[in-house]
């Protein structure tokens, strides 16, 4: 039996983390699994419960093929570890917080995945940015006007989840995205 991979990804402030931590409530029990990342990036940082790797650390592991996925962006290495060739094998729905940037190279290693966009208007974008405090008023806006538009892999199952509203809304769609096989 084979599983099903799903792809959730989208733009910073989108509230990723969010729908994925409500999903993973909804779905406990259930043989829905969700990947730790492995990221260059500080336990404590907050955000994602991922598993904090340094520079050196994640490049032996890339150097070891221990990473089925692996991308840069914002100056951070990502990976998600080979465990999920294991899951998928078991027949578990996985499911992945990726990146719009890799989603082709994804594509490409798991033809049959799933892409699950999430998406939210540029004003709630940039209140959710800026009340993470991380960037400047300045700093914000210029990082929702470089968001490149995203293409759909071609022959990709693909749904795009608005998450401008309720946390019950987008997390509702989400965990309706995860079930359906």
Request: charged share 20%; net charge neutral; hydrophobic share 40%.
């Amino acid at each position: 039996m084979s599983g099903t991979l799903v792809y959730v990804m989208g733009p910073s402030g989108a509230g990723k983390d969010t729908l994925l931590g409500y999903a993973r409530a909804q779905l406990a029990g259930q043989p829905v699994l969700f990947a730790h990342r492995y990221i260059t990036r500080a336990a404590d940082a907050g955000g994602e419960n991922h598993i904090a790797l340094t520079d050196a650390e994640f490049a032996w592991r890339s150097a070891h093929d221990l990473f089925a996925l692996e991308w840069q962006s914002h100056g951070l290495r990502y990976g998600i570890g080979r465990e999920i060739d294991l899951c998928l094998a078991r027949g578990a729905t996985v499911v992945i917080n990726g990146s719009r940037g890799y989603c082709n190279d994804a594509m490409a290693a798991y033809p049959g995945m799933r892409v699950v966009l999430i998406e939210a208007d540029s004003a709630v974008l940039a209140r959710r940015l800026a009340s993470r405090g991380r960037e400047s008023e300045q700093q914000v806006r210029e990082r929702l006007a470089r968001q490149p538009k995203f293409e759909v892999p071609e022959g990709a199952r693909f749904i795009t989840i608005d998450n401008s509203g309720s946390l019950a809304e987008g997390g509702d769609a989400l965990v309706q995205a995860l079930s359906v096989k």
